[in-house]
């Protein structure tokens, strides 16, 4: 019988987790039989109170029978117990009746026995019937009861054994069997316990599945997908989803105890009962945070304990409620993480912010016990003002400073030092340092404070700016290249930067890297000093005198001159006059070849003779012409030639040592072109 009952409730478990809405079998859930026809256990009136026992004469309906009625299982005991005729049946009451007084009439003794016959007989319980009975013996055989008939009863041993196999009675015991037959072999009434158990359990099951109500039961036994509970005759499934309303990691600790349980689905056909503990639980709680919250206001104080921790805060049981304190109520001060305020089991006292009767939902708040110390902070903490504050934290950008309880502001990496290049605040500070730093601005509705580190001490600018002036000249360490120039350290903290245009008077430097390295000492000249903006300008070519001082009284224009090639351009060539002093050729100043329009480009090297045709002496140019001094060249030659120094005699030819028809051509030509 008991493996068949555990392969129903398998079966039931199966169904239940196949079931896409769990709602439908949940607590609270009225069952509905497979037989619609069936007369309920109970009526209208007894869903409240139900009654779900079964007292002394009360006839047993047992849950495998639909038409067992009283009549009927009466007469079907009756017709398997031995055959009694009537006058038996009259000499027996009879024998049990009292002994009456001689009565002086014999008509009046006759109807004296009648009656009390009738009275004998009606007292006999009628097989079927439940009744009540004291245990006054318990042997090998069973235990014999007493049921205040003219025979005893007997009940088998295995009725009174408990689902851990326990045997539960003793004699003067009061029970209520069910009277199956008056009389066996031995005389004694045939009596039964455990159907009286099995209906008034299942009755009881199916008044809570109707009320929405719990009923104890005990977990005896593990199965398939969960545990067998005893209902005190009736057995039930409890799926290991149904245990707890938290996973449960040792279900061995439930074995064997009492718990109280809801009924969650019924099957009358299998007689199956299946249950929940976790809905028990979860109708508790709820229900005692109902009760809880109802006496709850806002502005309450509360004592609680800490339950749970997570990112954003701590859940809090004030008496069985489970409340949120959030990370942003903990402290006026920023709340990195809830754990480094509080810690699971702390015992806190907090007060109710807010509370949400319809979602059940209470808010609770720590700070708020004190007053909110951002308040007066602009009266406390001035800007530029002095403070001490302890380091409480470190991060990449910088660190957080507790000026006092609630109150924490930030020192910027970029504000430590002046003169080293801080990458992570822990190469200067560490946890639990008192630093003094100064008040760099505050926002007293953001909350926030920015501090300064180096602002306790000298700026080095200022003090460099302050003790000298352009036009020094200073030593200082190359540091870094970059393509526009190289930034020069003077000082600690300070640095200024040299232009590649400074670098040489010329400006044929096109790469920084080809006059300076890094980690090179260099002298230069302060060019600019400018305070406000934290820039200092600095030469190198300006240690030497410039060159285009003394070029531009030297090269006029209409000089001629013969210098080399220094390098080519797509618009000329740049010729070098002398170190640091540069002219150029352009293209159309070049001799044109013979009898084209193609100028005779120049070659890197080569020493070519020009004319100046062009001075800028702020823009340090000079334009040079090698068509023109060519051109210079044959008007002298010509010159000296009609010039009356010239002895008679001697053709134009020989004078000027140049083939007359060649250079009238020449200059035919040229004629045109212009």
């Known amino acids: 019988m008991m493996v068949e009952e555990r392969q129903n409730f398998e079966s039931d478990e199966k169904e239940l987790s196949d079931s896409k809405d769990e709602s439908k079998i949940g607590a609270g859930t009225p069952l509905h039989d497979t037989e619609e026809t069936e007369t309920p256990l109970y009526v209208t009136g007894e869903k409240v109170n139900p009654v779900v026992g079964i007292g002394p004469g009360t006839p047993l309906n047992e849950p495998e029978t639909d038409e067992d009625t009283i009549e009927s299982k009466a007469s079907e005991v009756m017709s398997e117990a031995p055959a009694v005729t009537e006058a038996q049946a009259q000499a027996e009451a009879a024998a049990q009746v009292v002994e009456a007084p001689v009565a002086e009439s014999p008509g009046m003794e006759e109807e004296d026995f009648a009656l009390e016959l009738d009275k004998a007989l009606e007292n006999e319980p009628t097989p079927g019937e439940v009744i009540r009975g004291r245990v006054i013996r318990i042997d090998d055989d069973g235990v014999v009861v007493d049921i205040g008939s003219k025979s005893e009863g007997i009940i088998d041993r295995k009725e009174f054994l408990n689902a851990k196999g326990d045997f539960t009675t003793q004699v003067g015991d009061e029970v209520e069997v069910l009277l199956e037959r008056r009389e066996n072999r031995e005389g004694l009434s045939v009596l039964s316990k455990q159907k009286v158990d099995k209906r008034k359990s299942w009755n009881t099951a199916k008044a809570a599945l109707a009320n929405n109500s719990s009923l104890e039961g005990l977990i005896y036994q593990k199965c398939k997908g969960g545990f067998m509970v005893d209902l005190g005759g009736s057995q039930a499934f409890l799926p290991v989803s149904q245990l707890d309303v938290a996973q449960v990691k040792n279900p061995d600790i439930f074995m064997d105890k009492k718990y109280q ?66 990370s942003n109520d903990m402290s006026w001060a920023k709340v990195s993480h809830p754990k480094h305020i509080v810690n699971i089991g702390d015992e806190i006292e907090v007060l109710v912010l807010s509370i949400d009767q319809a979602a059940g939902k209470v808010a609770l708040g720590l700070k708020q016990k004190s007053e909110d110390p951002w308040l007066n902070i602009t009266e406390k903490y001035p800007k530029d003002s002095m403070v001490e504050g302890e380091v409480v934290s470190l991060t990449d950008f910088g660190a957080f400073l507790r000026l006092e309880n609630g109150v924490e502001g930030l020192l910027p990496v970029s504000e430590m030092s002046w003169t080293k290049r801080i990458r992570h605040p822990k190469e200067m500070l560490k946890k639990g340092d008192t630093v003094r730093v100064k008040v760099l601005s505050l926002a007293a509705d953001a909350k926030k404070i920015t501090l300064g580190l180096r602002q306790t001490e000298q700026e080095p600018f200022s003090l460099y700016v302050e003790t000298h002036q352009a036009g020094d000249v200073v030593s200082g360490e190359v540091k870094t290249l970059a393509h526009y120039g190289a930034f020069v350290e003077l000082a600690a903290g300070v640095t200024g930067l040299l232009h590649i245009s400074d670098l040489s008077w010329n400006g044929s430097v096109k790469q920084t890297g080809d006059v300076l390295k890094v980690g090179e000492r260099v002298e230069v000249k302060l060019l600019e000093l400018n305070k406000d903006k934290k820039k200092i300008a600095l030469g190198l070519k300006q240690l030497s005198e410039d060159p285009w001082v003394a070029a531009v009284k030297k090269y006029v224009v209409g000089t001629m001159v013969k210098a080399k090639v220094v390098r080519n351009t797509k618009f000329g060539a740049f010729i070098e006059l002398e170190p640091g002093v540069e002219g150029l050729v352009h293209i159309s100043q070049l001799e044109k070849e013979k009898g084209k329009n193609e100028p005779v480009l120049l070659t890197e090297g080569q020493m070519v003779e020009a004319k100046v045709i062009k001075v800028n002496w702020e823009e340090h140019k000079i334009g040079l012409s090698v068509r023109e001094a060519i051109s210079a060249q044959e008007a002298a030659e010509m010159r000296k030639y009609l010039s009356p120094a010239n002895k008679p005699g001697f053709s134009l030819g020989e004078a000027s040592g140049v083939n007359m028809e060649e250079l009238m051509k020449r200059l035919q030509s040229k004629s045109e072109n212009q």
Do not use: Q, Y
């Open 261 to 326: 349980f809801k009924v969650i689905k019924m099957n009358r056909e299998r007689g199956n009962i299946v249950v929940s503990r976790r809905n028990h639980i979860l109708e508790e709680r709820d229900k005692k945070r109902s009760d809880v919250i109802s006496e709850l206001t806002p502005g309450r104080l509360v004592h609680g304990v800490v339950k749970n921790i997570t990112n954003f805060g701590a859940f809090i049981d004030i008496g069985g409620v489970d409340a949120l304190l959030h």
